[in-house]
């Protein structure tokens, strides 16, 4: 396998409201330090790669409101590498967008696509098992979805099913798909996790340049001829001004839906290396150290007092005390503050519109 | 009673740390539009005196630190009348200074005294009761304390005993001063207020300037040379340099001490007219106008749910959305945030510092 035909999609294009107000749509979830580590989402995705592909081979889709952004988070990202979708399309135009540009630059590539936003717990783990997708990716037309062994009957993620009783012949780790299913209810989850041919859909996919646009062209023409059309633009200083105009002509649809749901040859790799879509504050307070109380911290002078099982995150904040509180969230940024109890916390999104 | 010799005393130099971090050493709560109303505590004990003391009688003793706050708050007052301290020495020192200083410039003045960041009820009464004690102490060498209906058994204040058996016969409403009494605890309290012959210490003090000199000169002598052997510089280009040199030699003493638990001419006059030394955040919530769930609020865009009896102060944040609180602080001020219950609240100096 050529190291240099290995390419990486991060899709960073999502706006995190569900953490506002340390997420906003100026300045979402991925581009934050989240876990106070010192390395933002965005960053943190981009370090998870080092030596299974090199800078030059790593594209970062995004809105255009954040190219500054990812600009100054990663540098060693080529800047003809940062691709701007002027409109939110979900993930399907999104990948057939980045498809044909890294195919008009290398019709060989290999590409890992992933969120920018999900926190991964074992990198050595986690490179071993994408290498294998890799590899199986280069030598077939396979599309291949990591499958997490679920820890907990959860409701928040969705869900693949494996047909168990033929793994691949190439790779006896490899599972073909036998569904994908959405969000279940805690009923249906628990069930899931009886078995043990279900996994969660982590959301990161390994194929190849070929399969996809192969893939686009079969169950997604009117998103793939729109990139199609435009293949003599992209990489050219005209690319832009094309996809300004064109790209919101795509419907706004999922890859799951779009292309991996009908796909045949797809295929899941279970793994284990501990993951977590981040997609709540108690996911998040799970990931991060807590102090003897249950409590995570991140803020410069952040002092607490008879608080037990809170999070804080407040690094705009000069200095934090908090006393008596249990089960909350407290989160400060750009003059904006929000103190909820945890359990309320999929109201965010409407305390941060009212 | 000639208007003109009406002067008024505003001590504005306290740093205000049981309400950190609202009130902080760099802007403490005299100088905070506390309640919201559009006015700070100096602003409203000045507009309190409107009618009865002009601006050009009015005068401000605070830290040299404050100066610009003063006079931006109360451009309506001459800078002349505002008087600087080089360092903290209680009231004693503080009244001997701004008492010589009028001495100077008005020998006949009539002075009331009051601290900044009290709060008043009803104006009207207020007044009616300074016009009282001003023809009152015009026309005798008294020194008239306002005592104030207790309500309840405070802790927090310390009373007047009057005796009641002789009221002054220029004045039935001013009864003698029998004795100072310190703050009590809770049993001594609730003993005061079963009798109708203790009242809760204002701090407000009204007496002629000759008044007060002889008072300094006979019970405070120490206090009263260094001011009165600085005669011929106050008022004039030198008096801040003499001031920067011989006030730090005074000592720290309360003029309750130094000067009112030993006077033999000193009356008490009851007043009812709604007063709160706003000492802490609990006597703060109760003066303040209050939602349906028994919160104060004070901020531009504060929106609770599920909240019941806090304060919330956060003038500097731009949004605030507290959710499933109750019987908290929440204050904000210049990046640094503080939520504790309201029962923790004498822990605050503590917090402050930690």
Same mark, same amino acid.
């Given at each position: 396998?050529?190291?240099?035909?290995? #390419?990486?999609? &991060?899709?960073?294009?999502?706006?995190?409201?569900?953490?506002?107000?340390?997420?906003?749509?100026?300045? %979402?979830?991925?581009?934050?330090?989240?876990?106070?580590?010192?390395?933002?989402?965005?960053?943190?995705?981009?370090?998870?790669? *080092?030596?299974?592909?090199?800078?030059?081979?790593?594209? !970062?889709?995004?809105?255009?409101?954040?190219?500054? $952004?990812?600009?100054?988070?990663?540098?060693?990202? %080529?800047?003809?590498?940062?691709?701007? *979708? %002027?409109?939110?399309?979900?993930?399907?135009?999104?990948?057939? @967008?980045?498809?044909?540009? $890294?195919?008009?630059?290398?019709?060989?590539?290999?590409?890992?696509?992933?969120?920018?936003? #999900?926190?991964?717990?074992?990198?050595?783990?986690?490179?071993?098992?994408?290498?294998?997708?890799?590899?199986?990716?280069?030598?077939?037309?396979?599309?291949?979805?990591?499958?997490?062994?679920?820890?907990?009957?959860?409701?928040? @993620?969705? @869900?693949?099913?494996?047909?168990?009783?033929? %793994?691949?012949?190439?790779?006896?780790?490899?599972?073909?798909?036998?569904?994908?299913?959405?969000?279940?209810?805690?009923?249906?989850?628990? *069930?899931?996790?009886?078995?043990?041919?279900?996994?969660?859909?982590?959301?990161?996919?390994?194929?190849?340049?070929?399969?996809?646009?192969?893939?686009?062209?079969?169950?997604?023409?009117?998103? =793939?001829?729109?990139?199609?059309?435009?293949?003599?633009?992209?990489?050219?200083?005209?690319?832009?001004?094309?996809?300004?105009?064109?790209?919101?002509?795509?419907?706004?649809?999922?890859?799951? @839906?779009?292309?991996?749901?009908?796909?045949? *040859?797809?295929?899941?790799?279970?793994?284990?290396?501990?993951?977590?879509?981040?997609?709540?504050?108690?996911?998040?307070?799970?990931?991060?150290?807590?102090?003897? =109380?249950?409590?995570?911290?991140?803020?410069? =002078?952040?002092?607490?007092?008879?608080?037990?099982?809170?999070?804080? #995150?407040?690094?705009?904040?000069?200095?934090?005390?908090?006393?008596?509180?249990?089960?909350? !969230?407290?989160?400060?940024? =750009?003059?904006?503050?929000? &103190?909820?109890?945890?359990?309320?916390?999929?109201?965010?999104?409407?305390?941060?519109?009212?």
């Amino acid at each position: 396998m050529a190291t240099n035909h290995n #390419h990486l999609v &991060i899709m960073a294009g999502g706006i995190g409201s569900r953490f506002w107000p340390m997420s906003t749509t100026e300045f %979402p979830k991925q581009f934050i330090d989240v876990m106070g580590c010192g390395r933002t989402f965005l960053q943190l995705t981009f370090d998870r790669f *080092e030596g299974v592909v090199p800078p030059e081979n790593v594209w !970062i889709v995004t809105s255009q409101k954040y190219k500054d $952004i990812v600009r100054e988070q990663l540098p060693e990202v %080529p800047e003809t590498n940062v691709l701007l *979708e %002027p409109c939110r399309r979900n993930t399907a135009p999104c990948i057939a @967008y980045v498809a044909w540009r $890294i195919k008009m630059a290398d019709r060989n590539a290999n590409l890992v696509v992933t969120p920018s936003d #999900h926190f991964i717990v074992n990198q050595k783990h986690f490179q071993e098992v994408i290498k294998q997708a890799l590899t199986f990716t280069s030598q077939s037309d396979a599309i291949v979805t990591l499958g997490m062994k679920p820890s907990r009957p959860e409701t928040g @993620y969705g @869900y693949i099913q494996a047909d168990m009783s033929s %793994p691949s012949l190439k790779n006896k780790n490899m599972f073909r798909v036998d569904s994908f299913k959405e969000k279940p209810n805690l009923e249906t989850a628990k *069930e899931y996790i009886r078995h043990d041919d279900f996994f969660w859909n982590s959301g990161i996919f390994i194929w190849s340049v070929s399969t996809i646009v192969n893939a686009m062209r079969i169950y997604a023409p009117e998103i =793939n001829n729109i990139f199609e059309n435009m293949q003599q633009v992209l990489g050219t200083k005209d690319e832009q001004e094309w996809i300004d105009r064109e790209f919101p002509k795509c419907p706004s649809i999922s890859v799951d @839906y779009a292309i991996l749901e009908k796909a045949e *040859e797809i295929f899941v790799l279970p793994a284990d290396f501990g993951w977590s879509d981040v997609g709540t504050w108690g996911s998040l307070i799970q990931l991060m150290k807590k102090d003897a =109380n249950g409590n995570a911290v991140v803020g410069p =002078n952040v002092k607490l007092f008879e608080t037990t099982n809170c999070i804080v #995150h407040t690094a705009m904040e000069k200095k934090v005390v908090v006393q008596g509180l249990d089960n909350c !969230i407290v989160a400060e940024n =750009n003059d904006t503050l929000l &103190i909820c109890k945890l359990s309320e916390e999929q109201r965010i999104k409407q305390f941060s519109e009212d």
